[in-house]
Protein backbone atom coordinates (compact mmCIF):
# COMPACT_ATOMS: atom_id res chain seq x y z
CA UNK A 1 0.00 0.00 0.00
CA UNK A 2 1.06 3.48 -1.12
CA UNK A 3 1.96 5.14 2.28
CA UNK A 4 1.57 8.97 0.31
CA UNK A 5 -2.04 7.79 -0.36
CA UNK A 6 -4.75 9.70 1.67
CA UNK A 7 -7.30 8.51 4.16
CA UNK A 8 -10.56 9.70 2.33
CA UNK A 9 -13.36 11.13 4.40
CA UNK A 10 -16.56 11.76 2.65
CA UNK A 11 -18.82 14.70 4.53
CA UNK A 12 -17.46 17.99 5.37
CA UNK A 13 -19.81 18.09 7.76
CA UNK A 14 -18.93 18.11 12.18
CA UNK A 15 -18.17 14.20 12.12
CA UNK A 16 -16.55 14.62 8.51
CA UNK A 17 -14.22 17.45 9.84
CA UNK A 18 -13.35 16.42 12.94
CA UNK A 19 -11.88 13.50 11.50
CA UNK A 20 -9.55 15.00 9.15
CA UNK A 21 -8.51 17.05 12.10
CA UNK A 22 -7.74 14.07 14.13
CA UNK A 23 -6.15 12.49 11.22
CA UNK A 24 -3.84 15.61 10.44
CA UNK A 25 -3.03 15.26 14.42
CA UNK A 26 -1.59 12.40 13.51
CA UNK A 27 0.53 13.62 10.45
CA UNK A 28 -1.64 11.56 8.29
CA UNK A 29 -2.63 12.60 4.39
CA UNK A 30 -6.41 13.63 4.49
CA UNK A 31 -9.07 14.64 2.09
CA UNK A 32 -12.59 15.47 2.42
CA UNK A 33 -15.11 15.21 -0.14
CA UNK A 34 -18.29 17.20 0.66
CA UNK A 35 -20.54 17.02 -2.16
CA UNK A 36 -21.97 20.88 -0.69
CA UNK A 37 -20.51 24.22 -1.30
CA UNK A 38 -19.61 25.25 2.20
CA UNK A 39 -19.05 23.12 5.39
CA UNK A 40 -21.56 21.66 7.27
CA UNK A 41 -23.88 22.40 4.67
CA UNK A 42 -26.29 19.85 5.98
CA UNK A 43 -26.53 21.65 9.13
CA UNK A 44 -26.69 25.01 7.27
CA UNK A 45 -30.41 23.54 6.39
CA UNK A 46 -31.67 23.55 9.88
CA UNK A 47 -29.47 26.60 11.13
CA UNK A 48 -32.62 28.28 12.56
CA UNK A 49 -32.60 25.20 15.00
CA UNK A 50 -30.95 25.39 18.66
CA UNK A 51 -29.02 22.79 19.63
CA UNK A 52 -29.50 20.88 22.79
CA UNK A 53 -25.76 20.84 23.28
CA UNK A 54 -23.59 23.63 24.47
CA UNK A 55 -19.94 24.92 23.20
CA UNK A 56 -18.12 22.63 25.62
CA UNK A 57 -19.86 19.41 24.06
CA UNK A 58 -19.57 20.53 20.06
CA UNK A 59 -15.58 21.33 19.30
CA UNK A 60 -13.46 18.25 18.62
CA UNK A 61 -10.41 18.68 20.79
CA UNK A 62 -8.26 17.86 17.58
CA UNK A 63 -9.99 20.11 15.41
CA UNK A 64 -9.44 22.59 18.48
CA UNK A 65 -6.02 22.25 18.30
CA UNK A 66 -5.80 23.15 14.75
CA UNK A 67 -8.13 26.13 15.06
CA UNK A 68 -6.16 27.60 18.02
CA UNK A 69 -2.75 28.11 15.84
CA UNK A 70 -4.88 30.06 13.31
CA UNK A 71 -6.01 32.81 15.95
CA UNK A 72 -9.51 31.39 16.61
CA UNK A 73 -11.07 31.57 20.04
CA UNK A 74 -13.13 29.42 21.26
CA UNK A 75 -17.10 30.82 21.81
CA UNK A 76 -18.37 30.18 25.84
CA UNK A 77 -18.51 26.82 26.77
CA UNK A 78 -22.08 27.26 28.50
CA UNK A 79 -23.54 29.46 25.28
CA UNK A 80 -25.99 26.69 23.11
CA UNK A 81 -25.63 27.70 19.32
CA UNK A 82 -28.17 27.70 16.60
CA UNK A 83 -27.02 25.37 13.52
CA UNK A 84 -26.51 28.43 11.94
CA UNK A 85 -23.80 29.53 14.86
CA UNK A 86 -22.49 26.31 14.42
CA UNK A 87 -21.33 26.28 11.19
CA UNK A 88 -20.27 30.05 10.96
CA UNK A 89 -18.42 29.82 14.12
CA UNK A 90 -16.74 26.43 13.74
CA UNK A 91 -17.25 24.41 11.09
CA UNK A 92 -16.53 27.22 8.47
CA UNK A 93 -13.07 28.24 10.61
CA UNK A 94 -12.23 24.49 10.63
CA UNK A 95 -12.76 24.07 7.13
CA UNK A 96 -10.91 27.23 6.56
CA UNK A 97 -7.62 25.60 8.95
CA UNK A 98 -7.64 22.20 6.75
CA UNK A 99 -7.12 24.57 3.68
CA UNK A 100 -6.81 22.28 0.43
CA UNK A 101 -7.21 19.00 2.38
CA UNK A 102 -11.39 19.96 2.33
CA UNK A 103 -12.93 19.77 -1.34
CA UNK A 104 -16.64 21.07 -2.05
CA UNK A 105 -18.74 20.82 -4.89
CA UNK A 106 -17.15 16.79 -4.80
CA UNK A 107 -19.92 13.76 -4.79
CA UNK A 108 -19.00 10.55 -4.17
CA UNK A 109 -20.95 8.44 -6.06
CA UNK A 110 -19.27 4.89 -5.67
CA UNK A 111 -16.52 3.23 -3.43
CA UNK A 112 -14.61 -0.29 -4.35
CA UNK A 113 -10.97 -1.98 -4.02
CA UNK A 114 -8.62 -1.19 -7.21
CA UNK A 115 -9.29 -3.94 -9.84
CA UNK A 116 -11.46 -5.48 -7.01
CA UNK A 117 -15.52 -5.62 -7.07
CA UNK A 118 -16.94 -6.90 -4.26
CA UNK A 119 -16.56 -11.05 -5.37
CA UNK A 120 -13.16 -10.68 -5.54
CA UNK A 121 -11.11 -11.70 -2.61
CA UNK A 122 -7.77 -12.19 -4.50
CA UNK A 123 -5.07 -9.68 -3.07
CA UNK A 124 -7.89 -7.26 -1.40
CA UNK A 125 -6.52 -6.07 0.80
CA UNK A 126 -3.35 -5.06 -0.71
CA UNK A 127 -5.30 -2.76 -3.03
CA UNK A 128 -5.81 0.86 -2.07
CA UNK A 129 -9.78 2.46 -2.24
CA UNK A 130 -11.09 3.45 -5.46
CA UNK A 131 -13.02 6.60 -4.93
CA UNK A 132 -15.63 7.87 -7.91
CA UNK A 133 -16.33 11.02 -7.57
CA UNK A 134 -18.81 13.84 -9.68
CA UNK A 135 -17.86 17.75 -9.75
CA UNK A 136 -18.69 19.85 -12.38
CA UNK A 137 -15.97 18.97 -13.95
CA UNK A 138 -17.15 15.67 -14.67
CA UNK A 139 -15.85 12.50 -12.94
CA UNK A 140 -12.99 11.44 -11.65
CA UNK A 141 -11.35 9.15 -9.20
CA UNK A 142 -9.27 9.23 -5.90
CA UNK A 143 -7.49 6.73 -4.93
CA UNK A 144 -7.21 5.96 -0.88
CA UNK A 145 -5.40 4.29 1.86
CA UNK A 146 -8.65 4.27 4.07
CA UNK A 147 -12.37 5.72 3.69
CA UNK A 148 -14.34 6.69 6.62
CA UNK A 149 -18.13 8.10 5.41
CA UNK A 150 -19.19 10.29 7.11
CA UNK A 151 -22.03 11.81 4.92
CA UNK A 152 -24.51 11.53 7.48
CA UNK A 153 -28.72 10.86 6.88
CA UNK A 154 -29.54 14.50 6.27
CA UNK A 155 -30.54 13.96 2.61
CA UNK A 156 -32.64 10.88 3.06
CA UNK A 157 -35.47 11.11 6.02
CA UNK A 158 -38.01 8.52 6.64
CA UNK A 159 -41.24 8.44 5.03
CA UNK A 160 -45.08 9.43 5.98
CA UNK A 161 -45.93 5.62 5.59
CA UNK A 162 -45.80 3.95 8.94
CA UNK A 163 -44.44 0.50 6.90
CA UNK A 164 -40.89 2.29 5.92
CA UNK A 165 -42.60 3.15 2.36
CA UNK A 166 -43.79 6.38 0.97
CA UNK A 167 -47.70 6.30 1.66
CA UNK A 168 -50.09 5.95 -1.07
CA UNK A 169 -50.23 9.85 -2.63
CA UNK A 170 -46.71 10.96 -0.79
CA UNK A 171 -45.12 11.55 -3.27
CA UNK A 172 -47.91 13.12 -5.56
CA UNK A 173 -48.88 15.32 -2.59
CA UNK A 174 -45.28 16.53 -2.12
CA UNK A 175 -45.97 20.20 -2.47
CA UNK A 176 -48.05 20.13 0.70
CA UNK A 177 -45.67 17.64 2.40
CA UNK A 178 -42.64 18.89 4.19
CA UNK A 179 -39.71 16.65 5.48
CA UNK A 180 -37.68 19.40 7.53
CA UNK A 181 -38.58 21.49 11.13
CA UNK A 182 -40.24 24.67 9.51
CA UNK A 183 -38.32 27.86 9.59
CA UNK A 184 -41.23 30.74 10.91
CA UNK A 185 -38.88 33.09 10.71
CA UNK A 186 -38.59 32.96 7.20
CA UNK A 187 -41.31 34.90 5.79
CA UNK A 188 -41.86 32.63 3.02
CA UNK A 189 -42.24 29.74 5.37
CA UNK A 190 -44.55 31.79 8.31
CA UNK A 191 -46.54 32.12 5.27
CA UNK A 192 -47.40 28.63 4.63
CA UNK A 193 -48.41 27.88 8.25
CA UNK A 194 -49.67 31.52 9.34
CA UNK A 195 -53.70 30.95 9.48
CA UNK A 196 -53.60 27.44 8.58
CA UNK A 197 -53.65 23.97 9.82
CA UNK A 198 -50.77 21.88 10.05
CA UNK A 199 -50.18 18.16 10.62
CA UNK A 200 -46.93 17.25 12.47
CA UNK A 201 -46.07 12.92 12.06
CA UNK A 202 -43.44 11.82 14.35
CA UNK A 203 -42.29 11.73 18.45
CA UNK A 204 -38.96 12.60 18.56
CA UNK A 205 -37.16 15.99 19.02
CA UNK A 206 -38.04 17.21 15.87
CA UNK A 207 -41.47 17.11 15.85
CA UNK A 208 -41.77 19.01 19.33
CA UNK A 209 -39.35 21.75 18.54
CA UNK A 210 -42.13 22.30 15.72
CA UNK A 211 -44.66 21.68 17.83
CA UNK A 212 -43.66 24.62 20.25
CA UNK A 213 -42.70 27.06 17.49
CA UNK A 214 -46.47 26.51 15.63
CA UNK A 215 -47.94 26.84 19.40
CA UNK A 216 -46.15 29.69 19.50
CA UNK A 217 -47.18 30.93 15.64
CA UNK A 218 -51.02 30.44 17.03
CA UNK A 219 -50.84 32.92 19.55
CA UNK A 220 -49.50 35.47 17.05
CA UNK A 221 -51.60 34.75 14.01
CA UNK A 222 -55.51 33.73 14.31
CA UNK A 223 -56.63 30.41 12.68
CA UNK A 224 -53.44 28.76 12.98
CA UNK A 225 -53.86 25.27 14.32
CA UNK A 226 -51.86 22.38 14.17
CA UNK A 227 -52.22 18.68 15.00
CA UNK A 228 -49.95 15.91 16.29
CA UNK A 229 -50.23 12.50 15.17
CA UNK A 230 -48.50 9.73 16.73
CA UNK A 231 -48.28 6.21 15.39
CA UNK A 232 -47.99 4.62 18.94
CA UNK A 233 -51.46 4.43 20.80
CA UNK A 234 -49.89 6.47 23.85
CA UNK A 235 -48.38 10.08 24.07
CA UNK A 236 -46.33 8.34 26.87
CA UNK A 237 -42.50 9.60 26.80
CA UNK A 238 -42.95 11.66 23.99
CA UNK A 239 -42.38 14.80 25.92
CA UNK A 240 -38.68 13.28 27.28
CA UNK A 241 -36.90 13.59 30.60
CA UNK A 242 -38.00 16.79 31.46
CA UNK A 243 -35.84 18.39 34.53
CA UNK A 244 -34.48 14.55 34.74
CA UNK A 245 -32.57 15.22 31.56
CA UNK A 246 -28.74 15.92 31.90
CA UNK A 247 -29.26 17.83 28.40
CA UNK A 248 -31.08 20.82 30.28
CA UNK A 249 -32.04 22.50 27.12
CA UNK A 250 -33.59 19.01 25.80
CA UNK A 251 -35.27 18.45 29.01
CA UNK A 252 -36.54 21.86 28.48
CA UNK A 253 -38.17 21.70 25.29
CA UNK A 254 -40.62 18.96 26.30
CA UNK A 255 -41.25 20.86 29.08
CA UNK A 256 -42.41 23.40 26.31
CA UNK A 257 -44.07 21.09 24.22
CA UNK A 258 -46.02 19.82 27.05
CA UNK A 259 -47.22 23.07 28.01
CA UNK A 260 -47.77 23.84 24.63
CA UNK A 261 -50.38 20.65 24.15
CA UNK A 262 -51.53 21.00 27.78
CA UNK A 263 -52.81 25.03 26.70
CA UNK A 264 -54.92 23.78 24.17
CA UNK A 265 -52.65 24.84 21.25
CA UNK A 266 -52.03 21.57 20.09
CA UNK A 267 -54.28 18.62 19.30
CA UNK A 268 -52.72 15.17 19.60
CA UNK A 269 -54.18 12.40 17.49
CA UNK A 270 -52.98 8.42 18.70
CA UNK A 271 -52.32 5.11 17.37
CA UNK A 272 -52.54 6.62 13.87
CA UNK A 273 -50.23 5.02 11.27
CA UNK A 274 -50.98 6.93 7.97
CA UNK A 275 -51.00 4.35 4.78
CA UNK A 276 -52.46 7.29 2.39
CA UNK A 277 -52.45 10.88 1.16
CA UNK A 278 -55.77 11.70 -0.50
CA UNK A 279 -56.63 15.07 -1.45
CA UNK A 280 -59.98 17.33 -0.39
CA UNK A 281 -60.61 20.60 -2.43
CA UNK A 282 -56.81 20.39 -2.88
CA UNK A 283 -55.91 19.85 1.13
CA UNK A 284 -54.30 16.94 2.12
CA UNK A 285 -56.21 14.68 4.11
CA UNK A 286 -54.05 11.42 6.11
CA UNK A 287 -55.73 8.11 5.86
CA UNK A 288 -54.66 5.11 7.84
CA UNK A 289 -54.20 1.56 6.91
CA UNK A 290 -57.85 1.26 7.77
CA UNK A 291 -58.96 3.96 5.76
CA UNK A 292 -59.99 6.28 8.28
CA UNK A 293 -58.79 9.52 7.36
CA UNK A 294 -58.05 12.79 9.82
CA UNK A 295 -59.58 16.09 8.95
CA UNK A 296 -58.12 17.70 5.95
CA UNK A 297 -54.83 20.01 6.37
CA UNK A 298 -52.78 22.63 4.58
CA UNK A 299 -49.45 21.18 5.81
CA UNK A 300 -48.16 18.24 6.43
CA UNK A 301 -44.67 18.42 8.22
CA UNK A 302 -42.69 14.94 8.34
CA UNK A 303 -40.70 14.26 11.38
CA UNK A 304 -40.01 10.30 11.09
CA UNK A 305 -36.22 10.59 11.21
CA UNK A 306 -33.52 9.41 8.65
CA UNK A 307 -32.24 6.97 7.08
CA UNK A 308 -28.39 5.75 5.91
CA UNK A 309 -28.10 5.45 2.17
CA UNK A 310 -25.90 2.72 1.27
CA UNK A 311 -26.45 2.72 -2.21
CA UNK A 312 -22.66 3.98 -3.38
CA UNK A 313 -21.34 1.73 -1.02
CA UNK A 314 -22.57 -1.90 -3.27
CA UNK A 315 -18.76 -2.61 -4.22
CA UNK A 316 -17.56 -2.63 -0.35
CA UNK A 317 -18.21 -5.90 1.88
CA UNK A 318 -20.42 -4.03 4.69
CA UNK A 319 -21.38 -5.95 8.08
CA UNK A 320 -24.46 -4.20 8.59
CA UNK A 321 -27.33 -5.18 11.17
CA UNK A 322 -30.12 -6.21 8.89
CA UNK A 323 -32.60 -4.14 11.71
CA UNK A 324 -30.79 -1.17 11.59
CA UNK A 325 -28.85 -0.70 9.02
CA UNK A 326 -25.94 0.40 11.70
CA UNK A 327 -22.70 -1.42 12.03
CA UNK A 328 -23.39 -5.38 13.27
CA UNK A 329 -21.34 -4.46 16.42
CA UNK A 330 -22.57 -1.13 17.27
CA UNK A 331 -26.20 -1.88 16.66
CA UNK A 332 -26.91 -3.58 19.79
CA UNK A 333 -25.57 -0.94 21.99
CA UNK A 334 -28.10 1.35 20.31
CA UNK A 335 -31.39 -0.45 19.33
CA UNK A 336 -34.38 1.88 20.17
CA UNK A 337 -36.70 -1.70 20.59
CA UNK A 338 -33.85 -2.36 23.73
CA UNK A 339 -31.81 0.62 24.65
CA UNK A 340 -32.96 2.76 26.84
CA UNK A 341 -32.24 5.84 29.29
CA UNK A 342 -29.90 7.55 26.46
CA UNK A 343 -26.71 5.55 27.64
CA UNK A 344 -24.29 4.57 25.13
CA UNK A 345 -21.81 1.64 25.72
CA UNK A 346 -18.25 3.32 24.88
CA UNK A 347 -17.31 2.66 21.05
CA UNK A 348 -14.46 3.22 18.19
CA UNK A 349 -13.26 1.83 15.82
CA UNK A 350 -13.60 -2.09 16.59
CA UNK A 351 -17.41 -1.24 16.65
CA UNK A 352 -17.63 0.71 13.39
CA UNK A 353 -15.43 -2.01 11.63
CA UNK A 354 -16.50 -4.04 8.75
CA UNK A 355 -15.31 -6.60 6.89
CA UNK A 356 -13.45 -4.35 3.92
CA UNK A 357 -10.51 -3.61 6.05
CA UNK A 358 -9.63 0.13 6.39
CA UNK A 359 -13.27 1.37 5.67
CA UNK A 360 -15.40 2.90 8.23
CA UNK A 361 -18.83 4.36 9.12
CA UNK A 362 -18.86 7.32 11.47
CA UNK A 363 -21.08 9.98 12.34
CA UNK A 364 -25.06 10.22 12.11
CA UNK A 365 -24.79 7.69 9.87
CA UNK A 366 -22.85 4.99 12.17
CA UNK A 367 -26.34 4.60 13.90
CA UNK A 368 -28.28 3.75 10.69
CA UNK A 369 -31.85 4.19 11.84
CA UNK A 370 -31.07 4.46 15.21
CA UNK A 371 -32.08 8.04 16.73
CA UNK A 372 -30.57 10.40 18.58
CA UNK A 373 -26.87 11.01 18.11
CA UNK A 374 -25.01 13.34 20.03
CA UNK A 375 -21.65 15.60 18.60
CA UNK A 376 -19.64 13.95 21.39
CA UNK A 377 -20.09 10.14 20.42
CA UNK A 378 -18.90 11.71 16.73
CA UNK A 379 -16.14 12.89 17.94
CA UNK A 380 -14.96 10.16 19.88
CA UNK A 381 -15.51 7.70 16.98
CA UNK A 382 -13.46 9.43 14.58
CA UNK A 383 -10.52 9.92 17.18
CA UNK A 384 -10.93 6.13 17.53
CA UNK A 385 -10.36 5.36 13.49
CA UNK A 386 -7.95 7.77 13.06
CA UNK A 387 -5.97 5.75 15.94
CA UNK A 388 -6.91 2.58 14.10
CA UNK A 389 -5.46 3.98 10.50
CA UNK A 390 -1.72 5.11 12.15
CA UNK A 391 -1.70 1.69 13.49
CA UNK A 392 -1.97 3.22 17.36
CA UNK A 393 -4.35 -0.30 18.48
CA UNK A 394 -4.00 0.60 22.42
CA UNK A 395 -5.45 4.25 21.73
CA UNK A 396 -7.99 3.45 19.23
CA UNK A 397 -9.42 0.83 22.12
CA UNK A 398 -9.02 3.17 24.67
CA UNK A 399 -12.41 4.50 24.19
CA UNK A 400 -14.14 6.67 26.72
CA UNK A 401 -17.64 7.55 26.24
CA UNK A 402 -20.17 8.57 28.96
CA UNK A 403 -23.45 10.36 27.74
CA UNK A 404 -25.85 13.04 29.35
CA UNK A 405 -28.90 10.75 30.82
CA UNK A 406 -32.03 11.51 28.94
CA UNK A 407 -34.34 10.70 32.68
CA UNK A 408 -36.63 8.29 30.51
CA UNK A 409 -36.06 4.73 29.85
CA UNK A 410 -38.07 3.52 26.67
CA UNK A 411 -36.41 3.23 23.19
CA UNK A 412 -38.37 4.36 20.40
CA UNK A 413 -38.57 1.04 19.55
CA UNK A 414 -40.73 0.01 22.27
CA UNK A 415 -43.72 -1.42 20.54
CA UNK A 416 -47.63 -0.73 21.53
CA UNK A 417 -47.92 -3.70 23.81
CA UNK A 418 -44.88 -2.38 25.63
CA UNK A 419 -45.47 0.68 25.95
CA UNK A 420 -49.36 -0.54 27.44
CA UNK A 421 -47.81 -3.11 29.89
CA UNK A 422 -45.71 -0.02 31.30
CA UNK A 423 -48.17 2.65 31.53
CA UNK A 424 -50.45 -0.13 33.46
CA UNK A 425 -47.52 -0.55 36.05
CA UNK A 426 -47.21 3.13 36.18
CA UNK A 427 -50.76 2.96 37.52
CA UNK A 428 -51.89 5.67 34.65
CA UNK A 429 -53.53 5.02 31.13
CA UNK A 430 -52.08 6.42 28.61
CA UNK A 431 -51.84 3.93 26.08
CA UNK A 432 -55.16 3.04 24.28
CA UNK A 433 -56.06 0.04 22.22
CA UNK A 434 -57.34 -0.14 18.62
CA UNK A 435 -57.77 2.91 16.27
CA UNK A 436 -56.63 6.48 16.17
CA UNK A 437 -57.45 8.47 19.51
CA UNK A 438 -57.88 12.05 20.16
CA UNK A 439 -55.92 13.07 23.25
CA UNK A 440 -56.50 16.23 25.29
CA UNK A 441 -54.17 17.05 27.93
CA UNK A 442 -55.31 19.55 31.23
CA UNK A 443 -52.62 21.61 32.70
CA UNK A 444 -53.29 21.23 36.42
CA UNK A 445 -54.23 24.48 38.11
CA UNK A 446 -51.52 26.97 38.40
CA UNK A 447 -48.89 24.93 36.01
CA UNK A 448 -49.02 27.25 32.97
Given at each position: ?8 V ?10 A??LV??D ?9 G ?34 W ?14 V ?22 G ?5 R ?18 T ?40 R ?15 R ?15 L???V ?43 R ?20 V????G ?8 G ?26 L ?20 H??G ?14 E ?22 E ?5 A ?24 G ?19 C??G ?14
Open positions: MTVELPVVIGGGPAGLAAAEDRLPVLVLERGRAGAAVAEWGHVRLFSSWRDLVDPAAEKLLTGTGRRPADDVYPTGREWESYLVPLADALGDRVRFGAEVTVSRLGDRVVDAAREQQPFTVRVREGGEERVLARAVVDASGTWGSPNPLGADGLPALGEDTAGAISYRIPDLADPRVRDHAGRATAVVGRGHSATTIALAALAEEEPGTTAVWVLRRGGVGDAFGGGEADQLAERGALGLAKAAVEAGHIRVVTGFRAAERSEHRPVLVDGNQPLEPVDEVVVLTGFRPDLSFLSEIRAVDPTLQAPVELAPLIDPNVSCTVYPHGAKELSHPEGFYLAGMKSYGRAPTFLALTGYQVRSIARVAGDHEAADRVELVLPETGVCGSGLSDASEAEAAAEAGNGCSAGPQEVELTAPAGTL
